[in-house]
């Protein structure tokens, strides 16, 4: 009889340690796996001390950066891939300011402000100055100086979903995006025999790729086309003028065609500044 009762108190007692010595399994994004005791798990983290810790320190893992837990007691839990909302990009900068590097070698200043309206969606405004660059132009009879400005409307269509293996979609202002333009340019030449005088509206299509380099560097390059009309006039050095002459080109720094049908290109580089999560605090308080 003493011995049965021996038996069961240490077949108990067995019991109890393994209990205490039971550990969770924490498998991360990454491959890593933690040898863990889970205390608790809320919305947005989980919260355990590792099972070998006789001082049961508590840590805590945002859950988005985890696959799954296996409890000790044989239950699995599949952490699922949680809804994208545009509070990942709460601390993202939302605004940029860059200039075009590719526009100096045509003779033209062009400065870009982009403000990000949401992590789908955004505007951007350009100033040009042309006759101003560092380059030689392609067509040097003649002096260019006038000014353009253009504004449009970004849509994204990659950069809003996080890969598998991502703890987050990458930046808010980065992405491949189209973007609509409308615009108006005015600019003169001075060649050796006359002075051309040309006002022009242009309305355009872009794609473009945007990056972000540790937050703070953007570059963005982009390509598209435009279609463009105005008038022009065209007046000589010895007197008379000519308006409406059969020359309508038009060459604006990133815009050059003919015959009413222009092509655009252009690299930038520049800083990004701002943060989303003010902009959408301050739109709250408007509504």
Do not use: C
Not at 59 to 82: N, S, V, W
């Amino acid at each position: 009889m003493k011995t049965l009762i021996n038996i069961t108190l240490l077949s108990f007692a067995m019991i109890f340690m393994s209990m205490l010595n039971a550990q969770d399994t924490v498998k991360k994004k990454n491959g890593e796996v933690l040898k863990v005791v889970v205390k608790e798990i809320n919305d947005s983290q989980i919260k355990y001390y590792h099972f070998d810790d006789p001082n049961q320190v508590l840590f805590t893992l945002d859950r988005m950066t985890i696959t799954e837990i296996k409890f000790a007691y044989g239950k699995e839990y599949k952490e699922e891939e949680p809804i994208m909302t545009d509070d990942y990009f709460t601390e993202d900068q939302n605004m940029a300011l860059s200039l075009s590097m590719s526009s100096m070698l045509f003779d033209a200043i062009i400065i870009s402000f982009d403000n990000a309206i949401d992590p789908k969606s955004g505007f951007q405004i350009t100033g040009k100055l042309l006759g101003i660059g560092f380059g030689p132009s392609f067509e040097n009879w003649y002096n260019r100086s006038g000014f353009g400005l253009e504004v449009g409307y970004k849509l994204k269509f990659s950069g809003l979903k996080k890969k598998k293996w991502e703890y987050r979609p990458n930046h808010l202002l980065s992405g491949r995006y189209i973007m609509p333009s409308v615009g108006f340019t005015t600019y003169s030449e001075n060649g050796y025999s006359s002075q051309v005088k040309k006002n022009l509206i242009h309305l355009g299509l872009k794609f473009g790729n945007l990056k972000v380099i540790q937050n703070k560097l953007t570059i963005d390059y982009y390509s598209g086309f435009a279609y463009y009309g105005g008038s022009q006039k065209r007046t000589f050095n010895n007197g008379g003028s000519d308006v409406g002459f059969e020359d309508n080109s038009i060459n604006a720094g990133d815009l050059f065609g003919g015959g009413n049908f222009a092509v655009t290109f252009g690299f930038k580089v520049g800083l990004a500044f701002g943060q989303y999560g003010e902009q959408k605090e301050k739109l709250k308080r408007r509504k």
